[in-house]
C-alpha cells in the first residue's frame, strides 16, 4: 500500500492532554469521528485488538 488513499479509511489512537482518542479519517484524509475514550472503554478497546491479533495469528 503506497498511500492513506488506497487504505480508504484509517484509524489512529493518540492521547492528548491525557486523554485518549481514536481518530478515524477517510480516504481524502478528512475525519470521519473523533472519539474520546473513558479509562474503561480504553481498556475494552485495548482487549478487543489483542483478540482480533491473536485470531489473525490464528488464521
Known amino acids: 500500500m503506497d498511500s492513506l488513499a488506497e487504505a ?3 484509524l489512529y489512537f493518540y492521547v492528548e ?3 485518549r482518542v481514536l481518530l478515524w479519517q477517510n ?6 469521528a473523533v472519539v ?3 479509562g474503561e472503554q480504553y481498556r475494552i478497546w485495548r482487549t478487543q485488538l489483542a483478540v ?7 488464521i
Open 36 to 38: 474520546k475514550l473513558s
Open 52 to 58: 482480533v491479533a491473536t485470531d489473525k495469528n490464528e
Open 27 to 32: 480516504a481524502q484524509v478528512k475525519p470521519v
Open 17 to 19: 492532554g491525557g486523554v
Open 8 to 10: 480508504h479509511h484509517a
